[in-house]
């Protein structure tokens, strides 16, 4: 049985530290509140930047989409690509797509959208100098070229089929004046775009105001806000949160443990709502000498790992909801996510085995790192040490490791990825199996492989060359996937809300009831 001490102790604290809260409210806002049209939000972390190529965390992601627009947006109800700051658009060749842009569109300072706002932005990101994060969602783009003032071409370095995928998701046009003006560094701290909110208020690392912007375009498949102010706060601790959720600080949190999510379903006044994300958990090993020599070097040793971990445990004690267990580098929606691939059962006595064989009978010390759920690495490093495998926790903000990651630093780890909710493998595997400073890999099987997949147009070439390097990287337990998370959303029941599995809420489009 998995270890359950810690996350048990951190469930009951949070449960003492909500119960504590007054007595008498046991509503999320206060009704004057609801009619004051100010929705107030908590999200756990504070953030890097305001700049949206400047960060990759989730939040940054739920920003972006509220202040800024794309070309293109993929509608979350039936996939389906609709047009936003563009109109129309056509491939001219493989290279070459062509977008007829929206007119009457203004940025939220007065400035007009037009041509060279988009070929500004992505001549811009194009540059790897210019430092967009994550590169993997622009590194495919050459740069664009003006036709007409309402007309442009994006330029391809080479195929690349899921471009529409990423033009409807993180690629967000700037206002070239004004960006121009302040920089991208003062993009982050004063961000302007075209979205259906905009920026009134910022108090570094405590909350952020967002005002519906009233000049919004009326076509935008976004639609019409609703809700006129949003006040986000940064709140860290899950027990603030509860606390302030019952007493009416806050109206809507999310990631919520499922097992305080069920006390929440009990109480009055509130709604609590569970939907699948496309995020998953996965270990990562060196397993190319990035960080130096290490037992993972061994692949006994990384499938004794793989054994060694009660995946289904976790899922039906911790994560609960709409998680199961994933075993491809991916999220099973995403096209090319090939499923057929080896997977490792929970087996203490096979991993102890392949230790045996890899020479440490008596196991071995290493460290682990980790950025989020420490209660879900725990219970990893007891069903590690169970097997001889005693891992001590790095624990590190998620920037401090995702540094540490690209400069080769880490020998074993676990973390989530969320693929910016492009439902193409390509946004997955291209960001951690490419060569680049996120592989730790570096398997030129799987380079090879995925660099067909990622830029051939014929989609059975696609899957056929995506399957290879999934199925290799299964095999050689490059990675062990973990399972899929689900969010659990609490808030007011005044408030209608709809989650969706690409994990972005979508404040736009809520309203209140």
Not at 304 to 311: D, P, S
Not at 380 to 406: F, Q, W
């Amino acid at each position: 049985m998995m270890n359950m001490t810690a996350y048990g102790f951190l469930i009951c604290s949070a449960v003492a530290a909500a119960a504590t809260v007054s007595g008498a409210v046991t509503g999320a806002m206060a009704a004057e509140d609801t009619q004051g049209q100010v929705l107030t939000v908590a999200f756990p972390k504070e953030l890097e930047t305001l700049n949206a190529y400047g960060t990759n965390t989730r939040e940054g992601i739920v920003l972006s989409r509220h202040i800024w627009d794309g070309l293109l947006y993929r509608n979350p109800q039936n996939g389906e690509y609709e047009g936003n700051l563009a109109t129309d658009w056509e491939w001219i060749d493989d290279l070459t797509l062509e977008f007829t842009l929206r007119e009457g569109v203004k940025f939220h300072n007065g400035e007009p959208f037009d041509a060279d706002d988009v070929v500004f932005t992505f001549n811009y990101i194009a540059d790897p100098a210019n430092g967009v994060i994550p590169q993997r969602n622009v590194s495919w783009i050459k740069g664009a070229q003006k036709v007409s003032e309402y007309k442009v071409r994006l330029l391809l370095k080479e195929p690349f089929p899921a471009a529409l995928e990423f033009l409807a998701g993180p690629l967000a046009v700037f206002p070239d004046e004004y960006t121009q003006e302040v920089g991208f560094e003062g993009m982050g701290r004063s961000p302007v775009g075209t979205g259906p909110y905009k920026l009134t208020g910022y108090d570094t690392g405590v909350q952020l105001i967002l005002s519906r912007n009233a000049d919004y375009h009326p076509d935008s498949p976004k639609g019409e806000p609703s809700i006129e102010t949003i006040v986000w706060r940064m709140i860290p601790e899950k027990n603030t949160q509860y606390a302030e959720l019952l007493s009416g600080g806050v109206d809507w949190i999310w990631h919520v443990p499922a097992d305080q999510a069920e006390r929440f379903k009990d109480m009055k006044d509130l709604t609590v709502s569970n939907e699948m994300t496309m995020r998953i958990g996965y270990l990562g090993f060196d397993a190319s000498d990035r960080y130096g020599p290490t037992p993972f070097d061994d692949i006994r040793v990384r499938k004794a790992v793989a054994h060694a971990i009660n995946r289904e445990g976790m899922v039906s004690a911790l994560l609960k909801g709409k998680s199961v267990v994933v075993n491809s580098a991916c999220f099973p929606s995403q096209f090319g996510c090939e499923q057929d691939v080896v997977s490792y059962d929970y087996d203490p006595d096979k991993a102890r085995n392949l230790l045996a064989e890899a020479g440490y009978p008596d196991g071995f010390e290493t460290s682990f790192a980790a950025y989020r759920e420490r209660g879900y690495a725990e219970a990893m490093m007891a069903d590690l040490a169970n097997v001889g495998i005693n891992a001590s926790l790095d624990y590190l903000s998620y920037p401090a490791l995702r540094k540490k990651l690209e400069n080769g630093e880490v020998p074993f780890l676990f973390m989530t990825y969320a693929s910016y909710s492009i439902n193409d493998v390509s946004a997955i595997t291209g960001n951690f199996f490419d060569g680049g400073v996120n592989d730790y890999a570096r398997d030129p099987k799987v380079i090879e492989w995925l660099e067909i997949g990622d830029t051939v147009t014929d989609p059975e070439r696609r899957r056929e060359n995506y399957s290879l390097a999934l199925k290799r990287i299964a095999e050689q337990v490059y990675w062990l996937p973990l399972f899929s998370y689900n969010a659990y959303y609490v808030y007011t029941d005044k408030l209608a809300f709809t989650p969706t599995a690409d994990e972005i809420p979508r404040f736009f489009s809520a309203s209140w009831k």
